[in-house]
């Protein structure tokens, strides 16, 4: 993670929180983080403190991910060093990684033309007028253009780490780790960044037992009105919950658990679709082929090839699997 004058250190401490740390608990080398800077001393933001010791520039060009830092005036672009290393290290092919106004490095590095890409929504018009070679998404948490992943404000980069272990290491991986955290794995890179809600008239209007009810009933037939029975309200009011504290709709949020749980059936090693479409409760074969492409990309057979356990398994001189698991400094699966 390369940090410069004014970065955030809350965002500098959820990447040293998720990726920096070992997680003991899992068995699994994790990834090899750090922090890295154009100086020896660097101002941390509002001069709350200075952060030293860390690498120099040259840690980028070893790096398999890459996080560039956010800026504290955008409008402005980081000095060319920090420019440099970040083409450098897209050209080669690194993953780029941008939280918040970091996106405004990206994009003055030029990685991002053509490309989709999201910004905090308060800076969402100064980067649409800055970089029209942009395809900005300005009201999404986070856009995962696989090589090119970019989160909105703060919190966002949590989700966004959060997926980028979900890629590396699994879902069941990423449960664990976000229950570490404490941290429900409730929202998805196209849920909206920002809803201006009032305070609730009532006390318990909370959809949180209401999902808790729903994720473990997800291979049955539950359906939007039976979610609406549970919550004890219309649909209609239903709908409108979910709108004002999810940002998206109960049947999207449904579906996309249902893919979600999919998805850690396939990464576990259950292969036969018909089988992962009725424990998942998306029903059939063709409905899993059509909900897993719409929301990763990806067909089941491309899926499982990158994400199953295999893919977890790196490859021995002669050019077998072998029995010890291990990640590449990202943590990326080998081949992925």
């Not at 999810?246 to 999919?262: D, E, F, H, I, K």
């Not at 998942?280 to 499982?304: D, E």
Request: hydrophobic share 40%; with cysteine.
């Amino acid at each position: 993670m390369i940090v410069a004058e004014g970065s955030n250190p809350f965002e500098m401490g959820i990447a040293t929180e998720l990726f920096g740390l070992e997680r003991p608990e899992l068995d699994r080398r994790w990834y090899d983080f750090e922090l890295c800077a154009a100086t020896p001393s660097v101002p941390m933001h509002s001069g709350f403190f200075q952060l030293s010791g860390v690498a120099g520039l040259d840690a980028v060009d070893r790096a398999d991910t890459v996080i560039v830092p956010n800026r504290p005036d955008p409008w402005n672009d980081p000095e060319p060093a920090v420019l440099d290393a970040v083409r450098r290290a897209s050209a080669r092919g690194a993953r780029m990684v941008s939280f918040c106004t970091g996106s405004f490095t990206l994009a003055a590095a030029g990685v991002l033309d053509g490309r989709r890409a999201t910004t905090h929504w308060r800076w969402a018009e100064m980067f649409a007028a800055r970089f029209p070679a942009v395809r900005l998404e300005p009201d999404v948490l986070f856009v995962d253009e696989g090589d090119l992943v970019t989160a909105a404000g703060s919190a966002a980069a949590l989700d966004t780490c959060l997926e980028l272990i979900r890629k590396d290491h699994g879902a069941a991986t990423a449960v664990a780790v976000s229950r570490r955290l404490v941290f429900g794995l409730h929202r998805e890179g196209g849920q909206r960044q920002f809803v201006e809600q009032p305070l609730p008239a009532v006390p318990d209007t909370s959809l949180g037992p209401l999902l808790a009810w729903a994720e473990e009933r997800l291979a049955g037939r539950l359906s939007v009105p039976e979610l609406a029975v549970r919550a004890g309200v219309s649909q209609a009011t239903l709908h409108r919950r979910f709108r004002d504290r999810l940002g998206t709709t109960p049947l999207a949020w449904l579906t996309a658990r249902r893919v979600a749980l999919a998805c850690r059936l396939m990464e576990q090693g259950e292969v036969r679709l018909e089988r992962v479409a009725r424990l998942s409760g998306l029903g059939t074969a063709a409905n899993l082929r059509a909900q897993l492409r719409r929301r990763t990309g990806l067909p089941p057979s491309a899926y499982l090839r990158r994400f199953g356990p295999a893919a977890s398994e790196p490859e021995t001189p002669s050019g077998e699997r072998s029995d010890t698991r291990s990640v590449t400094r990202s943590g990326a699966r080998p081949g992925a």
